[in-house]
């Protein structure tokens, strides 16, 4: 059978043809033509639809056995569906083929569209599963060296030991200090930049070197190797801050939120080294203990009695009132201004600042300015998440004053 042209086809007419006697395709065609001619008049009459092209070419399969034909019809058509069913139901009307006795069932009405929709969709199916497989991982591994070759670019040689490490270990005050190069590229990776790696177990003299200046929070692996590391970290250098990988895992193998998880939940020093039962190492003169120097610090910083029971009357004062106070190092007024706006007056003031006391939380924005413009104290109901405090810095709050 030769195949239906379906280019404009619509609908296909299905049908079956029974005979009592041997007939064959001409002779089924004939019947179809001759029986139906001046059926339904001029405009659906089979022969001038097939001139016109709107009935394909008319396929008969029939076979012959015991003496009597049975077989296949198929009628494309380009009619409307109305048309179309019209000429199918005329088929029905065939009752003879040659000399024998015929019955012909329409079966079905196919809409060549839906089966061309079918393809379509199928083959659609075909092509996005090959582009998935063949294209997008090839997109991804592109995008993924573009990120690797700018890592690469950041990641830097530090101090005489060539460290590998991040672009800001010196403008940044707190830095993080990991195991290895892949761990220093990972935190890049998720844009960290403030990362400097140990590179072994004996802790090089620049990462000493620069705990006695930065705020420095270790970040190890959870395993053996990483509490290994960390006990020579906490006894050599100046650790404010450790965070750990969850156990057994490695910090380079560590997801975006592993990682920020790992070092939200960082814990002071001073806690791990009891412990883990370490001892600093005695240093020698003129050095002094990190404790010790902080202490000096604080006891430089620290207001005598005498100023502490002012700043409690002041802050008595300014309860309840949203307010704040500039004072000079003689614990004068220079300023009172709104909470909201104290921010941008101590940036914007002209005068020194020796101390800030406000009704409201010590933040870490507020922190920062307070170092930028000198500021020796900040007084305030209490302290909120501050991840990195300047030495230089005292912060008071409500309880350090005795105000409940």
């Known amino acids: 059978m030769g195949k239906i042209d379906l280019g404009t086809t619509k609908y296909v007419i299905h049908a079956k043809i029974e005979t009592n006697g041997v007939v064959e ?57 109305i048309e179309t069913a019209i000429l199918a139901a ?75 490490a991040g672009p800001n270990i010196d403008e940044s005050d707190a830095i993080i200090v990991v195991e290895g190069r892949a761990d220093v590229l990972l935190l890049l990776k998720y844009g960290i930049k403030n990362a400097i790696a140990v590179e072994g177990t004996s802790i090089p003299k620049t990462i000493v070197s620069l705990s006695k200046k930065k705020t420095v929070t270790a970040f190890v692996d959870g395993d053996r190797g990483g509490e290994l590391i960390l006990r020579e970290l906490l006894q050599v250098a100046e650790v404010d801050f450790v965070a750990r990988a969850p156990d057994g895992k490695e910090v380079e193998d560590l997801t975006k939120k592993e990682i920020f998880k790992a070092l939200r939940n960082k814990v002071p020093a001073e806690q791990v080294m009891d412990y883990l039962s370490i001892k600093k190492k005695e240093e020698p003169k003129p050095f002094a203990s990190r404790k010790s120097r902080q202490q000096k610090k604080q006891a430089a910083a620290a207001p005598d009695n005498g100023k502490l029971e ?51 939380v010590i933040t870490q924005r507020l922190v920062e300015i307070a170092a930028e413009k000198e500021v020796e104290c900040l007084v305030g109901a209490k302290v909120g998440n501050i991840v990195k405090k300047p030495a230089s810095i005292r912060l008071l709050t409500a309880s350090d004053l005795g105000v409940s």
């Open 90 to 164: 005329a088929l029905e009307t065939i009752d003879r083929v040659g000399p024998c006795e015929a019955k012909l069932v329409v079966e079905r009405i196919e809409d060549v569209r839906v089966s061309k929709r079918r393809r379509v969709v199928e083959r659609a199916k075909e092509i996005l599963t090959t582009m998935v497989e063949d294209i997008t991982p090839d997109s991804i591994e592109i995008t993924e060296e573009v990120k690797e070759s700018i890592r690469l670019r950041e990641i830097q040689e530090y101090g005489p030991e060539k460290l590998p």
């Open 310 to 360: 002012t700043f409690r009357k002041f802050f008595t004062d300014l309860s309840g009132t949203l307010k704040a106070f500039l004072l000079d190092k003689d614990a004068n007024i220079i300023k009172e201004v709104a909470v909201r706006d104290l921010a941008m007056a101590l940036k914007n003031s002209k005068e020194v600042v020796s101390v800030v006391i406000f009704d409201g």
């Open 25 to 81: 395709k001409p002779d089924v065609v004939g019947a179809i033509f001759g029986q139906t001619e001046g059926l339904l008049g001029n405009d659906l009459d089979l022969r001038e639809l097939q001139k016109t092209g709107r009935i394909g070419r008319i396929e008969v399969e029939v076979e012959s056995v015991g003496g009597r034909s049975r077989g296949t019809v198929k009628v494309p058509s380009s009619l409307d569906k």
